[in-house]
């Protein structure tokens, strides 16, 4: 959502929410693989277990952001943040099992590997830059995140993996390529994904502005978002 001022889209703390953006993979053992501890992925994520699985971003709204949302800014952007990781997937993997299926593509664990690597390929070649701040807001935030504490250690380990992610940012071997996927298709994803979270989020927004906490079924409503 780069387009998008923070302030409109309701994000009081761009860091924490940037943070919030990796929170799902912190646990799950491929991303942070020296983290404390382990919480399985069916569970971060809100998904049922698939080799290519939808998260349900409507759940956790519902749950975090309507009836135990926190107050602080960082604690809300974290949350928001989060909720952008899992509504992100579920655009993505959605999309990519309409694409299996009208490839006639059988979904197993190679084809999974595959897209993986181009979706990895095409965040490196999209130039990101933003590096995340450890601050006493986002310890604190990280600590009272609702679904589960995330600890001051594995705070630290997520935002060094961050780091040496936008590190290599632009950093493509000549013998890259796509495997499964192409960049046409990527970029038109990532547009879909990109102008659906702006919406939802300066429909909240409007819902905020009028003293309300309004669900998922009413953003989708007011939005005219179809159900993933």
Partial sequence: MSAHAPEGLGIADPNA???GSCVPDIYV???VPDAIMRIDYRITHRAAGHLVPV???DTYWDGYMVKRRVSTEAG???LLGTWAHLATDACYNA???VHCKEHEAVIDDGLRRRKQSDFDLFGRLMGISSHIEVNDALIEAA???PPYRILEE????AIAVADAIVDASGQVDETEGYKELDAEWLQDTFDT???QLAQWLETWQRFEANGQHPDSAQIREEAGLPRT
Wanted: net charge positive; proline share 4%.
């Fill in 95 to 97: 999309r990519f099992r």
């Fill in 193 to 195: 994904c990109d102008r």
């Fill in 17 to 19: 929410f940037l943070f």
């Fill in 55 to 57: 998260p349900d971003a």
């Fill in 143 to 145: 600590w009272g995140f």
């Fill in 76 to 78: 809300l952007s974290l």
């Fill in 154 to 157: 594995d705070v630290r380990r």
């Fill in 29 to 31: 053992g491929f991303m």
